[in-house]
């Protein structure tokens, strides 16, 4: 059985992502931070339909717990399936914002988008990568903001600096890794329903005809939209595709 690594896992695309790689026959280790019941709820579920998962807690921007994080994935590996690695990672846990123009941008905001999109899944995939199984397979959750096909808007001047960020890195990382016969990819979600943002589409619904307007496939993003394509990035069919970032937009702002 191939196991994967997903961090984010108890919401939005991180869930849908485990959902779907547990459908598939993968066993699954999710982590969660700001809602435990979540993650316990994700990995409950996965095992009720037959499937494989763990629940661990792991905060990706402190880099104290990495070395923590790492021994309980090895534990977890041992205990559940008998192995010393695993085959996939999924760098997928975020933070929203709310729009600040770049005049009032504060350093707390930049450390903490630094933190938590660059900086922690950085470190963390160097602390993970000897239990990664030479072949595997490595994605990061970027976003449609953080590529040059896009344009920019107002108030977003971090997180897209540091989303475009993921996108080098996974250039960069898919060329190191390479020599293991690690594949390094991403997948640049458009406007996507999510708990991010404290549940803007939920609280705010007018938000969503706007955007869909916008969008050539006429609707707003579904967290599975984007689970589909991070776990095609994953499987053999895509095993000779590396160091790209597949956008997965439905043709936003086209």
């Known amino acids: 059985m191939?196991?994967?690594?997903?961090?984010?896992?108890?919401?939005?695309?991180?869930?849908?992502?485990?959902?779907?790689?547990?459908?598939?026959?993968?066993?699954?280790?999710?982590?969660?931070?700001?809602?435990?019941?979540?993650?316990?709820?994700?990995a409950d579920r996965i095992e009720k339909d037959g499937g494989t998962a763990i629940a661990l807690p792991l905060d990706v921007s402190n880099q104290r717990a990495l070395s923590g994080f790492r021994k309980a994935i090895s534990a977890a590996?041992?205990?559940?399936?008998?192995?010393?690695t695993f085959d996939f990672l999924v760098n997928n846990a975020g933070v929203g914002q709310p729009p600040v123009p770049f005049e009032e941008t504060t350093e707390q905001l930049f450390d903490q988008m630094i933190g938590v999109h660059l900086k922690g899944p950085y470190f963390?995939?160097?602390?993970?990568?000897?239990?990664?199984?030479?072949?595997?397979?490595?994605?990061?959750?970027?976003?449609?903001?953080?590529?040059?096909?896009?344009r920019p808007s107002n108030g977003y001047s971090v997180?897209?600096?540091?989303?475009?960020?993921?996108v080098v890195l996974t250039r960069y990382l898919a060329k190191e890794l390479s020599t293991r016969g690690i594949r390094v990819n991403a997948v640049a979600p458009g406007v996507t329903r999510t708990r991010l943002g404290g549940d803007a589409f939920a609280q705010h619904p007018e938000l969503i005809p706007p955007i869909a307007d916008n969008t050539a496939l006429g609707r707003i993003g579904e967290s599975e939209d984007v689970a589909v394509a991070i776990t095609y990035l994953l499987s053999p069919e895509a095993r000779w595709i590396t160091a790209q970032t597949l956008e997965a937009s439905g043709g936003y702002d086209l």
């Open 77 to 84: 590996l041992q205990d559940r399936w008998g192995r010393d």
């Open 159 to 166: 997180y897209g600096s540091v989303k475009g960020a993921q």
């Open 124 to 150: 963390l995939t160097q602390t993970l990568l000897p239990l990664i199984a030479d072949g595997g397979s490595v994605v990061f959750t970027t976003s449609s903001a953080g590529l040059l096909t896009s």
């Open 2 to 42: 191939q196991i994967a690594v997903i961090t984010g896992g108890s919401s939005g695309i991180g869930q849908a992502t485990a959902f779907e790689l547990a459908k598939r026959g993968t066993g699954v280790i999710l982590t969660y931070h700001g809602s435990p019941d979540r993650g316990l709820e994700t």
